[in-house]
């Protein structure tokens, strides 16, 4: 069983709609979540962090966690054709180990 | 001023050689990553540093073999290619445990 898994899409939004990506694991223990927006050819960059129950904004981005159900989400408003990209969702599960999804690919029709 | 970087970029091989990829950063971090990025885009963990110590080797085979000479670099060399090894491998650093890791900018590496 994959630890960290995610659904591969390729998931399509019409620009300005709201894209809802969705990410579980298996860990209880996790400890800590990342979202990283991958780029073609590019290396995995930071969107969000989230460590606790609930919602976290930042700007168009909203992340939320629910450690009962072991399921981390991310949502964009107002989708741009600049956010068509991968989106790896993370998990931090101790001893130094970051477990990586294999990713939703998000496509934004203009 | 790159925080983390890897070089080469690109790196075309045949099957059989040995090559190596270096890594450094300059963020502080006391722990080192090494992941490899196949085809379908799944980010696997192959070694863990922390303080130049190996910390996870996850059942990568022994023709890979990191090199931490200090806290600030991480390398990989790679003996006996296989075809298999083609992948994107990337560096990445993290300060404290439950924070994010920052990445290099990965290489493509290809045995043909």
């Known amino acids: 069983q994959k630890e960290v898994e995610q659904n591969s899409g390729p998931l399509s939004v019409p620009e300005g709609a709201i894209a809802s990506l969705n990410c579980t694991y298996s860990?209880?223990?996790?400890?800590?979540f990342f979202w990283y927006r991958q780029y073609s050819g590019k290396s995995p960059e930071l969107i969000m962090s989230?460590?606790?129950?609930g919602d976290k904004e930042d700007g168009r981005f909203t992340a939320q966690l629910n450690k009962a159900s072991q399921y981390v989400s991310l949502l964009i408003r107002d989708s741009q054709p600049s956010d068509s990209a991968t989106y790896l969702c993370?998990?931090?599960?101790?001893?130094?180990?970051?477990?990586f999804g294999a990713g939703t690919r998000l496509f934004v029709k203009a | 001023d790159t925080a983390v970087s890897q070089t080469p970029k690109y790196l075309v091989t045949q099957m059989g050689n040995d090559k190596s990829i270096k890594c450094e950063q300059n963020?502080?971090?006391?722990?080192m990553y090494w992941y490899k990025q196949d085809s379908k885009k799944f980010l696997k963990i192959m070694f863990s540093?922390?303080?130049?110590?190996?910390?996870i080797n996850e059942t990568v085979p022994n023709r890979f073999s990191p090199k931490s000479p200090d806290k600030a670099h991480l390398n990989l060399h790679i003996n006996s290619l296989e075809l298999g090894d083609s992948a994107v491998y990337f560096c990445?650093?993290?300060?404290?445990?439950?924070?994010?890791?920052?990445f290099g900018q990965g290489t493509r590496l290809t045995v043909v």
């Open positions: 990445a650093s993290r300060g404290p445990l439950n924070t994010e890791a920052f």
């Open positions: 860990d209880r223990g996790s400890q800590s």
């Open positions: 993370a998990v931090y599960t101790g001893g130094f180990k970051t477990i």
């Open positions: 540093y922390n303080n130049k110590e190996l910390i």
């Open positions: 989230i460590y606790s129950n």
């Open positions: 963020l502080g971090h006391d722990t």
